[in-house]
């Protein structure tokens, strides 16, 4: 019934992109350098024969490094897993897979634990035991962070150097400046969808000895690519969050969930309606230490929103800033942190301290502007407790999967956990599986259907229509206008033709344009078919949950390249 109400969108199934030009192989291939991907690849390098790690710029240029909150884990007596549960349970908004939270806070400790073993070192108590804080939608100190707001790039450096320890290991190779473009799969089902994934087709950018289009055909694929930030016209996401991972995914028959569930942060430093890119985030720890929320006014509002107030989960804050902001005729509210003294803002939120300094902003005596910008994606790649997703052989792991851990909003810090504990139960599924023999080498099978490659003349264009469509506020109208403004976008940029010259060539910027374009329609198109509002899908039009949503709703291309949504029950 879902599927023939709405008009499907149509996608193609692969990117316009020359033959590969040269040949590698493993037997299994990690994608991104993230902690999903740092930790999949040092996880495999022990226990298969070979692994590829591939990587769009440098080892340590993944999204991780970004992490300024913390990495949340049940490390103190006086907490518990079963409570860290609860709370991931209630920010999800109904829709988490209890199965895959249990598996998240039993395991995360001895994840985080082992973290440590790796070399990451965390913010210590006098004690020398690590030192814990609170964020929002926690009720219990349990957020481990380093550097004071540094942790992400603290866990990043700590596993580059395990990768930079072993470079020379002929167990490992490491492909830097490459843009995976899409996953090879082989012979077909009887169903006439795609057959396992057998490996990807990679760009290298004119690094290292290997540039051009090329093949890495690996037993195993581990998609780890991040998350779909530029997307929208503002995220705190970095410049290399193009959603190729979930766009590669789809392209090969890989089924998504969750998709139109997307985390705006509440509090981004606000410079300015005209200004692009990544922002700078004000972290969730800012808050979570003191902060206040106050409107043009001066009024503090949230006490009046929910009982956790500035705490509230994420969704809920940044539901209360837009509409405190239309009510104040503003484009921002104010993070009042002035209350906590120089010295304290100086030593626990130095990055902090140090960015907004940087736009002329001194958190210790002056307002900071914020408004909520688009942040991370709750949905993506469904895949299983082991990272496997519906197509053989591929698996995804951290915020480009769909693991069930997140439901319809993130609990604050529950990102870098996921990415640590399921990539490492993937590395070990799949290990398991290349010495049992069942995951052999397949050849690719070339797949039907149309290929395609959006002009990056119209990412611009692409991103706007996001930000206006499945922003933070959506509406059933605004949604179906964007779902036609995004069907007018050109698709074949690379065969049109306008006073004789050629739109658009395959490249980088092309490629990535043309997965914004996908993922964008995806999640339009998933926002339209949501009719309520949960976690990070707020519809003004259904502004309440309805109990018949308590669904994951999956997304696929059928044969015929139509995107056909489907309702899957939970757990």
Same mark, same amino acid.
């Given at each position: 019934?879902?599927?023939?109400?709405?008009?499907?969108?149509?996608?193609?199934?692969?990117?316009?992109?020359?033959?590969?030009?040269?040949?590698?192989?493993?037997?299994?291939?990690?994608?991104?350098?993230?902690?999903?991907?740092?930790?999949?690849?040092?996880?495999?390098?022990?226990?298969?024969?070979?692994?590829?790690?591939?990587?769009?710029?440098? %080892?340590?240029?993944?999204?991780?490094?970004?992490?300024?909150?913390?990495?949340?884990?049940?490390?103190?007596?006086?907490?518990?897993?079963?409570?860290?549960?609860?709370?991931?349970?209630?920010?999800?908004?109904?829709?988490?897979?209890?199965?895959?939270?249990?598996? %998240?806070?039993?395991?995360?400790?001895?994840?985080?634990?082992?973290?440590?073993?790796?070399?990451?070192?965390?913010?210590?108590?006098?004690?020398?035991?690590?030192?814990?804080?609170?964020?929002?939608?926690?009720?219990?100190?349990?957020?481990?962070?380093?550097?004071?707001?540094?942790?992400?790039?603290?866990?990043?450096?700590?596993?580059?150097?395990?990768?930079?320890?072993?470079?020379?290991?002929?167990?490992?190779?490491?492909?830097?400046?490459?843009?995976?473009?899409?996953?090879?799969?082989?012979?077909?089902?009887?169903?006439?969808?795609?057959?396992?994934?057998?490996?990807?087709?990679?760009?290298?950018?004119?690094?290292?000895?290997?540039?051009?289009?090329?093949?890495?055909?690996?037993?195993?694929?581990?998609?780890?690519?991040?998350?779909?930030?530029?997307?929208?016209?503002?995220?705190?996401?970095?410049?290399?969050?193009?959603?190729?991972?979930?766009?590669?995914?789809?392209?090969?028959?890989?089924?998504?969930?969750?998709?139109? #569930?997307?985390? #705006?942060?509440?509090?981004?430093?606000?410079?300015?309606?005209?200004?692009?890119?990544?922002?700078?985030?004000?972290?969730?720890?800012?808050?979570?230490?003191?902060?206040?929320?106050?409107?043009?006014?001066?009024?503090? #509002?949230?006490?009046?929103?929910?009982?956790?107030?500035?705490?509230?989960?994420?969704?809920?804050?940044?539901?209360?800033?837009?509409?405190?902001?239309?009510?104040?005729?503003?484009?921002?509210?104010?993070?009042?942190?002035?209350?906590?003294?120089?010295?304290?803002?100086?030593?626990?939120?130095?990055?902090?301290?140090?960015?907004?300094?940087?736009?002329?902003?001194?958190?210790?005596?002056?307002?900071?502007?914020?408004?909520?910008?688009?942040?991370?994606?709750?949905?993506?790649?469904?895949?299983?407790?082991?990272?496997?997703?519906?197509?053989?052989?591929?698996?995804?792991?951290?915020?480009?999967?769909?693991?069930?851990?997140?439901?319809?909003?993130?609990?604050?810090?529950?990102?870098?956990?996921?990415?640590?504990? #399921?990539?490492?139960?993937?590395?070990?599924?799949?290990?398991?599986?290349?010495?049992?023999?069942?995951?052999?080498?397949?050849?690719?099978?070339?797949?039907?259907?149309?290929?395609?490659?959006?002009?990056?003349?119209?990412?611009?264009?692409?991103?706007?229509?996001?930000?206006?469509?499945?922003?933070?506020?959506?509406?059933?109208?605004?949604?179906?206008?964007?779902?036609?403004?995004?069907?007018?976008?050109?698709?074949?940029?690379?065969?049109?033709?306008?006073?004789?010259?050629?739109?658009?060539?395959?490249?980088?910027?092309?490629?990535?344009?043309?997965?914004?374009?996908?993922?964008?329609?995806?999640?339009?198109?998933?926002?339209?078919?949501?009719?309520?509002?949960?976690?990070?899908?707020?519809?003004?039009?259904?502004?309440?949950?309805?109990?018949?949503?308590?669904?994951?709703?999956?997304?696929?291309?059928?044969?015929?390249?139509?995107?056909?949504?489907?309702?899957?029950?939970?757990?």
């Amino acid at each position: 019934m879902l599927a023939t109400r709405l008009a499907a969108p149509v996608l193609a199934t692969r990117l316009a992109a020359p033959e590969p030009g040269w040949t590698v192989q493993a037997d299994a291939v990690v994608v991104g350098s993230g902690i999903a991907g740092l930790t999949a690849a040092l996880e495999l390098r022990t226990r298969v024969p070979r692994v590829l790690l591939v990587t769009k710029d440098t %080892l340590a240029s993944g999204s991780t490094v970004w992490a300024q909150g913390g990495i949340a884990a049940a490390l103190d007596p006086s907490d518990s897993p079963a409570a860290h549960l609860q709370d991931t349970l209630d920010a999800g908004a109904g829709l988490c897979d209890p199965r895959a939270v249990e598996v %998240l806070v039993t395991e995360g400790p001895a994840r985080v634990r082992e973290l440590v073993a790796r070399g990451a070192v965390f913010d210590t108590s006098p004690d020398g035991r690590i030192s814990l804080t609170r964020e929002g939608g926690h009720h219990a100190d349990r957020i481990a962070h380093a550097g004071g707001d540094a942790t992400g790039a603290e866990i990043s450096r700590a596993l580059v150097a395990q990768i930079e320890a072993v470079r020379d290991d002929p167990g490992i190779e490491v492909i830097e400046h490459a843009l995976v473009l899409d996953v090879l799969t082989g012979p077909p089902g009887p169903d006439g969808r795609p057959g396992p994934a057998c490996g990807v087709t990679l760009h290298v950018i004119g690094e290292g000895q290997r540039d051009g289009v090329g093949a890495a055909l690996g037993r195993a694929v581990v998609l780890a690519t991040g998350g779909i930030g530029q997307v929208f016209r503002s995220s705190t996401n970095p410049a290399q969050a193009t959603g190729d991972g979930i766009a590669a995914a789809l392209r090969a028959g890989a089924v998504l969930g969750d998709v139109e #569930f997307v985390q #705006f942060h509440p509090t981004v430093l606000w410079l300015g309606s005209g200004v692009k890119g990544q922002l700078t985030l004000v972290s969730e720890a800012v808050r979570g230490e003191g902060a206040l929320l106050l409107d043009t006014d001066g009024v503090r #509002f949230m006490p009046d929103v929910h009982p956790m107030a500035e705490l509230a989960p994420r969704d809920v804050v940044a539901h209360a800033i837009v509409r405190r902001m239309a009510e104040t005729g503003s484009d921002h509210v104010w993070l009042d942190t002035r209350h906590l003294g120089a010295e304290f803002l100086r030593k626990r939120f130095p990055t902090i301290h140090e960015r907004l300094a940087a736009s002329g902003i001194d958190m210790a005596t002056e307002l900071i502007p914020v408004a909520p910008a688009q942040h991370y994606h709750s949905g993506g790649i469904v895949a299983d407790l082991v990272g496997r997703t519906s197509i053989t052989g591929l698996y995804a792991v951290g915020e480009v999967a769909c693991t069930g851990v997140h439901g319809a909003n993130r609990l604050a810090s529950n990102s870098l956990l996921e990415g640590l504990v #399921f990539a490492t139960r993937a590395a070990r599924h799949i290990a398991a599986r290349v010495a049992d023999g069942s995951l052999p080498q397949l050849t690719p099978t070339p797949r039907p259907g149309p290929e395609a490659l959006v002009a990056a003349a119209s990412r611009a264009r692409v991103q706007r229509i996001a930000s206006d469509g499945p922003g933070v506020l959506r509406s059933g109208d605004g949604l179906r206008g964007a779902l036609a403004a995004l069907d007018r976008v050109p698709t074949d940029a690379h065969d049109r033709h306008d006073d004789g010259r050629r739109l658009a060539a395959p490249q980088v910027a092309e490629w990535e344009t043309t997965n914004i374009h996908q993922v964008a329609t995806a999640l339009t198109f998933a926002a339209l078919a949501r009719e309520e509002s949960r976690g990070g899908h707020f519809r003004t039009d259904f502004p309440t949950p309805v109990d018949s949503w308590r669904i994951r709703l999956d997304l696929s291309l059928d044969p015929t390249g139509h995107l056909t949504p489907r309702r899957t029950p939970l757990g």
